[in-house]
Each structure stands twice: as structure tokens, then as C-alpha cells.
């Protein structure tokens, strides 16, 4: 029979393989998402599923919805369908595919008011962007852990690119995407 105190500094010291291992695929490049990914992807991170209906879903065993506002929903599908990112600053550049957006989950069409909340969210100069990806984070960080939450939410440096973080091997669109002019989809 093992003692404690030796299993216990066994453990110590994976521990301290697995923090240099990580430390040289940092070195080499490879990403904290990557990496976290490939720590027990199934556990900790869900596949996210976008089903034929436009419902966000996590495969986490139930299936669980990740339940949005129209609006807000639309939002993060545009993130979602731009891995590289939007900064936010040109976020007027996408207000046809947000629409689009909006429309498939709201096929009942546009009133004026949802027009206008279309153009709050896609003028950087008003706060509305910020508020709806903070609905998101708190969305996601309702149904996951924190640290793993944030990898589903909408996230960048002030002035930088924002984007989702989450490896897009864990994605699975299961709709019809709108095609943005500027960025033609195969």
C-alpha cells in the first residue's frame, strides 16, 4: 500500500509535467482554447450545436438550450459565423447580416423599433453591443463553469477584434447561414 504523503508527491510532480508540457505548446504556438480543448474536450467542453431552427444548444448530455433574446441571439450568430472576429468599430459593415440574422429567428418581419435596435447594436459609438454580449456571457455562464463559459461568449481587448473563442471543430451548424457581401461562405 502506497502512503499518502508519496502519492501525493507522485501527484506533484505530473503536475509539474503537465504545467511544463503546457508551457512548451504555448512556446510552440499552440493556444490556451487549443489546449484546453484537448484536456478532456467532451467534459469540459460541450460541442455547441446550432440546430436546423436556429436554437443554441449545448451537447452536454441534455442538451441544453442556451436560451437568448431574438436580438441578442442574432448577435452571437454573427460572431459565431465570423471565427476571425469583428472589431466592433466596423460592426456597421455586418448590420445586412445581423438582419438576416434577426429575420430567420423572427420570420414575422422588421418593425420599425426592431430596426432601430439593429442600428443601436451595430453603432459603436452607443453602448448597446456591450450590453448584449454581457447577456451572452451571463447566458453561458449560467449553464457552464466560468472558465469554461468564456470560451462560448463574445470576448477582445477594447479597440481589438472580438470574437468567440471556442475551437470551431466544437461547432456544429445544423441551418442555413446568411452570406455577408464582404465575406462570400462556401
Same mark, same amino acid.
Given at each position: ?5 508519496? =502519492? ?18 504555448? $512556446? ?5 482554447? =487549443? ?16 440546430? =436546423? &431552427? ?19 441571439? $442574432? ?14 468599430? %466596423?460592426?456597421?459593415?455586418? *448590420? ?23 442600428? &443601436? ?12 454580449? $454581457? ?13 469554461? $463559459? ?14 468567440? &473563442? ?8 445544423? %441551418? ?8 462570400? *461562405?462556401?
Amino acid at each position: 500500500m502506497v502512503s499518502k504523503e508519496l =502519492e501525493q508527491f507522485r501527484c506533484s510532480i505530473l503536475l509539474d509535467e503537465v504545467k511544463e508540457k503546457i508551457r512548451r505548446l504555448k $512556446a510552440y504556438g499552440v493556444d490556451e482554447t =487549443e489546449i484546453m480543448a484537448a484536456m478532456n474536450e467532451e467534459e469540459l467542453f460541450p460541442q455547441l450545436i446550432v440546430t =436546423e &431552427d436556429y436554437k443554441v444548444v449545448l451537447d452536454d448530455g441534455a442538451n441544453t438550450e442556451v436560451k437568448m433574446e431574438p436580438l441578442v441571439k $442574432a448577435v452571437y450568430l454573427l460572431f459565431l459565423s465570423h471565427p476571425e472576429g469583428i472589431v466592433l468599430k %466596423c460592426l456597421s459593415d455586418y *448590420r445586412e447580416e445581423l438582419t438576416q440574422f434577426y429575420l430567420l429567428l423572427r420570420p414575422a418581419g422588421l418593425t420599425d423599433r426592431v430596426l432601430q435596435s439593429i442600428e &443601436d447594436v451595430s453603432n459603436p459609438m452607443l453602448n448597446s453591443i456591450n450590453e448584449k454580449c $454581457a447577456r451572452i456571457r451571463r447566458s453561458f455562464s449560467e449553464l457552464l463553469p466560468k472558465s469554461v $463559459a468564456r470560451y462560448y461568449s463574445i470576448s477582445g481587448k477594447r479597440g481589438e477584434v472580438k470574437k468567440i &473563442d471556442l475551437v470551431r471543430a466544437n461547432v456544429i451548424w445544423k %441551418c442555413k447561414l446568411p452570406v455577408h457581401k464582404a465575406c462570400e *461562405r462556401e
